[in-house]
């Protein structure tokens, strides 16, 4: 029957190893044709030629037209691979690395982690017989600091360049001098010898074992030449062309049909709303496609998804055959892959993206694009210390880009959830993000390459210096850097070899000395996921009673602390009598009753066990600190201090830092929880009573 084998189609693509010999060859088959088809199959050989001519390539092609897919395929071929050199592509989202992956090795006929394979933080899918390799941006600078020369690469490519992210443009800066370096055929002994006291210092720490084959690895090391190759989905060429003295560019051209541009008359108090009635519009009154809907984050994309299911019952019976599938960064990869199955027959696709879908991802079948022109970013006032994720209109460019998404298999039409005038006002693209970000983890992480002057380093654009100047100061009230801006030993060194934010490092080696290592590693776990509580609309008040449970009148992060163990427990309990997997859907459930995200927990548990294991190899002690908490406050006030408010006598909240007047959360547990009713005995000091550290990303200022 019908419904069966939509579910057999859907599984097998998934699991494609288990399919009978007839299918398997079949899909080989369609995936061969679909690989030719793609524009930038035509240009195979010049793309190749153009690789072996320069060592420095940017390459500009519309999104969709094969890069990212196809290019690392054609090096392979091309033997770039050769002497167990490796293919190493850099992506500034992880969802791409992973789904990109997977895709290659489908495409190349091999199992992932094998030829074709992946690394994000504290995720790692290779092996020693990978050639192709998709990355993080941030990954590959981590990499630069057990292997200052790249060298197990013979080719990098830093995908989606006109993103512009921090990781990007400071991996763009290190690629230059590592190539120069590589291109004179053997390490620079001088240069050697600064990273060995450097790097040496940094790996001691770590782990003895690796200090020496690292090192074996440098030292006098024949290095052989290194292709940077650039790739951008923006036109504009010129600013990674003149940072690299002029480097050569190339076209690849891309196919794109006509897309009708649709604008609102007025202004949209509500754009999710908005959205959801234009998906219903769509799906009631144009023919058939895909619907592809641009949102800012996992919670507006699941509460779109709820409306949809609520609403549709109303549609008469044959109107029912729609389709939802979200993608953001936190959902789980196997759910991630399934946006790109093909709608069963008859069904319409809509897609609930965040601004992954823009360029980094493509997803087939899409004719319709619903974007409401907000896009999430992080920003950073430097004046104050504050890093807000906070909710801005799109550019220009990136408007494009979306609507462009309408239109590659034939004409489109794409729905601007505003007017037309607005369009006008928006600027032409947007803001690199080392102009507007927090620069602490890229300070630290320089350092500990040996780059020790930050401000002469050649980005690509120069981040603000008061922007510098301020990051520098929270690494150096953070004991991360000595009197002379070094980077201090053991703090400072210990710092840059976590793979955290320079306060939750902070954080982690405090507590080992105070003994709650074992407490601060759940916390920092838990801080390091999306919203580890949901609360839907509809069960606002049950979700409150749920969480009553585990608030602690202490605050967020011991509501935190108590929520792991309590799972933590019933999952050793439950593994006790039931099988690995039970145990697990059995968590899962558990999750539900008490309105936690099950995803964002799992996520938490394994970052946990990453760091934990990060903290051991660096010889950190993990110790608990029992039933007292103050130790653990304690460690928490000494690294979040730049999070420290004042409560004033008129009710309100003052940050220590800045002096300006915040608000607690509504997310927060002391939100509902008056914090002036907590238990006071372990405070101490009276006119402490009222200081709370909140979690970073709790800000709320009054304007
Ligand atoms: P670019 O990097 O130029 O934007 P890509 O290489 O990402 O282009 O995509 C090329 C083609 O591969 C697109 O047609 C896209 O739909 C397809 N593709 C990419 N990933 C997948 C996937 N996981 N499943 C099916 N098709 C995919
Ligand atoms: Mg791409």
């Not at 074992?209 to 060429?237: F, N, Q, W, Y």
């Not at 009553?548 to 050793?572: C, I, M, N, W």
């Not at 993990?622 to 004042?646: E, I």
């Amino acid at each position: 029957d019908s419904g069966n084998s939509t579910q057999s189609r859907h599984n097998s693509n998934i699991n494609q190893l288990n399919r009978p010999k007839a299918e398997h060859f079949a899909r080989r088959q369609n995936i061969e044709q679909q690989r030719k088809s793609l524009p930038i199959a035509a240009a195979e050989k010049l793309l190749l030629e153009e690789v072996r001519n320069n060592d420095t390539l940017i390459i500009v092609g519309e999104t969709g037209s094969g890069k990212t897919t196809q290019l690392p395929q054609y090096l392979n071929n091309g033997g770039f691979c050769r002497d167990g050199g490796i293919i190493g592509i850099t992506q500034p989202r992880r969802v791409a690395a992973v789904t990109v992956a997977k895709r290659v090795a489908e495409e190349c006929g091999v199992a992932l982690g094998q030829k074709v394979g992946y690394a994000i933080r504290f995720e790692d899918v290779t092996s020693s017989s990978t050639r192709i390799k998709y990355m993080t941006d941030g990954l590959l600078l981590r990499e630069a600091l057990l292997d200052s020369y790249l060298s197990k690469y013979s080719v990098i490519i830093v995908d989606e360049a006109h993103e512009r992210t921090v990781h990007t443009d400071v991996l763009l800066g290190l690629l230059k001098t590592v190539q120069k370096t590589r291109s004179k055929g053997v390490s620079d002994a001088a240069d050697i010898d600064h990273r060995e006291v450097k790097n040496g210092m940094l790996l001691e720490k770590h782990n003895g074992s690796e200090v020496a084959s690292t090192m074996k690895h440098c030292r006098g090391k024949k290095l052989s030449p290194l292709k940077i190759i650039i790739m951008s989905a923006s036109l504009d060429a010129r600013v990674f062309s003149e940072y690299f003295g002029g480097a050569r560019a190339v076209h690849v051209l891309g196919r794109q049909y006509p897309v009708d541009i649709l604008y609102t008359r007025q202004p949209e108090t509500d754009y999710v709303d908005a959205a959801l009635i234009t998906i219903f519009q769509i799906h009631i009154e144009e023919g058939p496609g895909d619907i592809l809907v641009f949102l800012t984050g996992q919670e507006e994309i699941e509460s779109v998804e709820r409306l949809v299911h609520e609403r549709l019952p109303q549609l008469s019976e044959s109107k029912r055959k729609l389709l939802t599938f979200p993608i953001f960064s936190s959902l789980p990869s196997e759910k991630q892959m399934k946006v790109f199955l093909p709608a069963p027959i008859g069904f319409r696709k809509v897609i609930l993206a965040t601004n992954i879908a823009e360029t980094s991802v493509t997803i087939p079948g899409i004719k319709y694009v619903i974007d409401p022109g907000m896009v999430k970013v992080r920003t950073y006032e430097a004046s104050t210390g504050i890093e807000p994720l906070i909710v801005v209109k799109t550019s220009k460019a990136q408007a494009l880009q979306r609507s462009g998404r309408a239109g590659r298999e034939g004409p489109g039409k794409c729905y601007r959830l505003y007017p037309e005038s607005e369009f006008d006002k928006l600027k032409d693209s947007t803001t690199p993000e080392i102009k507007r970000c927090n620069l602490s983890n890229v300070i630290l992480h320089l350092k500990a390459l040996g780059i020790d002057d930050i401000i002469g380093f050649d980005f690509i654009e120069q981040p603000d210096r008061i922007s510098i100047v301020k990051s520098m100061e929270l690494l150096f009230l953070l004991g991360a850097l000595t009197d002379e801006s070094k980077l201090s030993d053991p703090v400072g060194q210990k710092m840059a070899r976590l793979p955290l934010d320079p306060i939750y490092s902070k954080a982690l080696i405090i507590a080992s000395e105070f003994n709650c290592l074992e407490e601060m590693l759940i916390v920092v776990a838990m801080l390091s996921v999306e919203s580890i509580f949901y609360a839907p609309r509809e069960k606002l008040e049950e979700s409150r009673n749920a969480l009553k449970s585990f608030s602690s009148p202490e605050g967020d992060h011991l509501t935190f602390l108590k929520v792991y163990r309590a799972s933590d427990e019933f999952l050793q309990k439950s593994n006790l009598v039931n099988s690995k997997e039970k145990a697990e859907k059995n968590l899962r459930k558990w999750c539900k009753e008490n309105f936690i995200n099950s995803r964002s927990l799992k996520h938490a548990r394994d970052i946990h066990s990453q760091i934990r294991r990060n903290a051991e190899q660096m010889g950190l002690l993990v110790t608990s600190c029992g039933d007292d908490m103050l130790p653990f406050r304690r460690c928490l006030a000494a690294s979040f201090f730049l999070n420290a408010a004042l409560k004033q006598p008129d009710g309100t909240y003052r940050a220590l830092s800045s002096g300006l007047t915040v608000q607690i959360h509504p997310s927060s547990v002391l939100f509902r929880m008056k914090p002036e009713n907590s238990n006071r005995s372990s405070m101490g000091a009276k006119r402490r009573e009222h200081m709370h550290i909140f979690a970073p990303y709790r800000w709320g200022t009054c304007s």
